[in-house]
């Protein structure tokens, strides 16, 4: 189920305009789900896959852990670009029939 989602937010964001950059990006902090440009911004995603939301948000399954997780493999892969640019931390909430785009999920 977690792949299939992340293969429907791939298509998503493309549909937005976003260009994926990767997909399952691995680094010795984790993995992200996606991170794809947005104009000048580099957009680090976790994508969540639920049925439904009817014992919460698949959004709310994104906590402090998983957020430092996200701003580890940041730092990781700008340095490993060489250069300093802006990034955003971002939800997708993939269910069976809607995917909700949870820009700006949480800061640095």
Known sequence: ???AGERRGVK???KLGY???KTNYKTPFGEADIVAKDGDIIVFCEVKTRLTS???T???AVDR???EKYLNIARYFLMRAGEELPVRFDVLEVYEGEIRHIAGAFTA
Do not use: N, S, V
Request: cysteine-free; hydrophobic content about 50%; glycine content about 16%.
């Open 65 to 67: 852990f998983k957020e």
């Open 54 to 56: 009817r014992f919460g």
């Open 1 to 3: 189920m977690g792949r």
């Open 58 to 60: 698949a959004g709310e």
């Open 19 to 21: 260009a994926i950059l």
């Open 12 to 14: 998503f964001l493309k």
